[in-house]
């Protein structure tokens, strides 16, 4: 059971720590201005500007000076910390928040909110419409917790997938299920980008044992330099080697271009990729029915109401974890536990509501500052990776449930400890104050009885507690704010709650600010453009072999290309497009010079006879 230390709360503002009203520009600021419109019209146009604000609370009064909120008196500072330390003893995880100067009156005006949220947290759990954009529940707390699913059939599904990647694992580390041409698989290459990435790499990083049975590279991105390095990392080895392609739709660019690079190794190794192949995706999408028709090794799925940044505990993120011998019954239990803490309707009680109410309270409910990701263990580096994906891609929306435009979201970068001490700290310290820091601290250093003395009473250990412990100190004195979230070791059970705590805290947190969570309109906006850019490059191909199959040559500059292509207004991107392809020899500048764009005159060098649509 999730247990709090609770008093009541005491501030003592001392008077040289008092400051006067201060001001915060906030570039979401609105003004109206009369810009001349065609015809000779003129209209009302809102104008995004920065502008000088005072920071307000919800309620539109005036909210106190942050930093004369700072309690700095030692004895008032132990009462905060003891009152508002968090406590969840079975997993041995603590969340300190009392670096964090929100007040008694903002917690009281807050505390409404809050539980609203909850119980917008409750809709969702019981299979509420929560993605109303894609008329989608939002299930991935039932991926811990399959009895809390709505129908049956979900509960069923879940389970079924549980055991048949369990099962599966067991097989492939045992040896039954084996590649055709070695004894054993001894690699993992998992396909896949965003959500279908991030979890799995965070996780291998995290809880893989120092030689598990199969070891794990990720081919997650587009980039044809660092496909051919995984590829050639495996050497020989791409023989026992488990292809792993995650992909919910079957059709993202990236996952499928790095499948159709690692199908042709296969063919150049003379090695048949259907034996070696998994697909992890949504029943009847294009790849589920190409690894049916190929006869594929297995297929397991991806579900609808399970978003990619919030897969790690689906098939996604397990399957790989079991292949690895990570225990991922402990992963589902330790976000279980956690996720039960986080219903708690007294908000001192729920780590997660109150880690929203800290991001509310240091970014003004706006994003405007960043939150810094501190993992004081090298094997959490990954952790403000995944965070970034998971709270960016969430909170970062143009508009809000009601339509109107809020320009959400909130910025997260991190590093390590102590790492970081060498890294952005003195900026931290003593540059500009537009962050929060967020502490990762994990008690045990080592496991018992392998710890060692560097010199009497000092252990290498304690040098990296010194440094968290140094660095939180020395940014509160200077009036930057921290939350510590501490875990005794880390484990697939701790590594399990930390990833459903900052879940939570996403959706709680939405709440708050009034946005939808649960969906991405502007990465399909990206999506979209970049499919616009691969469309005109043809168009440009065309042009250009056309030109190429005359006799002379006809090279073309880039307005004659342009001109041809019908894409007049598109001539900076037809410049790029040119550069990339003369930089990959797919193109040959005639005259002139890259640096020089409209000297340039450009051909392709053959004659390409196959149509290029």
Not at 55 to 83: C, F, I, N, Q
Not at 299 to 316: I, K, L, Q
Not at 594 to 611: A, M, N, T
């Amino acid at each position: 059971m999730a247990s709090t230390i609770s008093a009541g709360v005491s501030f003592k503002l001392r008077p040289q720590f008092m400051a006067p009203k201060t001001t915060h520009f906030r570039a979401s600021s609105l003004v109206s201005s009369t810009i001349p419109m065609d015809g000779g019209e003129s209209r009302f146009r809102e104008l995004r500007v920065a502008r000088e604000v005072y920071p307000t609370s919800h309620s539109g009064g005036l909210r106190p000076s942050k930093t004369a909120s700072l309690e700095k008196d030692p004895r008032a500072l132990w009462k905060r910390y003891v009152d508002w330390l968090y406590q969840h003893k079975e997993l041995g995880l603590y969340l300190d928040v009392s670096r964090v100067g929100f007040t008694d009156e903002f917690f009281a005006e807050m505390e409404p909110r809050l539980h609203k949220a909850l119980k917008d947290m409750e809709l969702l759990e019981k299979g509420a419409i929560a993605n109303p954009d894609e008329g989608r529940m939002v299930g991935h707390y039932w991926l811990r917790n399959s009895a809390l699913a709505p129908k049956p059939l979900l509960t069923q599904q879940i389970e079924k997938t549980l055991e048949s990647i369990s099962s599966f694992a067991q097989q492939v580390i045992s040896g039954k299920v084996r590649p055709p041409l070695k004894d054993k698989f001894t690699q993992i290459l998992s396909i896949g980008i965003g959500g279908s990435a991030l979890g799995p790499q965070f996780v291998a990083e995290a809880l893989a044992p120092d030689n598990p049975p199969l070891k794990i590279r990720f081919i997650d991105n587009t980039d044809p330099a660092g496909i051919d390095h995984q590829i050639a990392q495996l050497g020989n080895e791409l023989a026992s080697t488990l292809v792993i392609v995650v992909s919910k739709s079957g059709g993202t660019p990236e996952t499928r271009n790095g499948l159709l690079e690692v199908q042709k190794a296969f063919r150049d190794a003379g090695l048949t990729f259907a034996r070696q192949g998994v697909a992890i995706t949504q029943e009847n999408s294009l790849l589920d029915n190409t690894a049916r028709i190929e006869g594929w090794l297995a297929r397991f799925p991806m579900f609808d109401w399970v978003g990619g940044r919030t897969s790690e505990m689906s098939a996604v993120g397990l399957l790989s974890a079991a292949l690895q011998g990570i225990q991922i019954q402990e992963i589902l239990n330790g976000a279980a536990l956690i996720d039960e803490a986080n219903r708690s309707t007294i908000i001192r009680n729920n780590p997660a509501a109150l880690l929203a109410l800290c991001w509310y309270w240091a970014t003004d409910g706006v994003g405007s500052k960043d939150m810094v990701v501190l993992p004081y263990k090298d094997s959490l580096l990954l952790f403000s990776r995944y965070l970034q994906q998971l709270v960016m891609e969430s909170l970062g929306k143009e508009l809000d449930l009601d339509g109107k435009r809020v320009n959400q979201g909130l910025t997260v970068y991190g590093n390590k400890g102590s790492t970081d001490q060498h890294a952005y700290i003195q900026q931290l310290r003593d540059g500009i104050h537009n962050f929060f820091v967020t502490f990762i601290e994990v008690l045990r250093d080592r496991p018992p009885g392998h710890d060692w003395e560097l010199e009497p009473g000092v252990t290498c250990g304690d040098y990296l507690f010194g440094f968290l412990q140094g660095t939180r100190a020395a940014l509160y004195a200077n009036d930057r704010e921290s939350i510590t979230v501490t875990v005794q070791e880390v484990t697939p059970s701790s590594v399990g709650a930390l990833i459903a705590l900052y879940e939570r805290a996403v959706g709680i947190y939405a709440s708050l600010v009034n946005i939808n969570a649960y969906h991405q309109p502007g990465v399909e906006a990206g999506k979209k453009a970049a499919g616009e850019v691969l469309a005109l490059q043809k168009r440009v191909l065309s042009v250009l072999n056309e030109s190429s199959c005359k006799d002379p040559v006809e090279p073309l500059t880039l307005e004659e290309v342009a001109k041809r292509c019908i894409a007049t207004d598109d001539i900076e991107m037809i410049y790029k497009i040119i550069m990339h392809m003369a930089a990959n020899d797919r193109a040959i500048i005639a005259e002139g010079d890259c640096g020089s764009p409209r000297s340039i005159k450009v051909f392709l060098g053959e004659c390409i006879v196959d149509d290029l649509d």
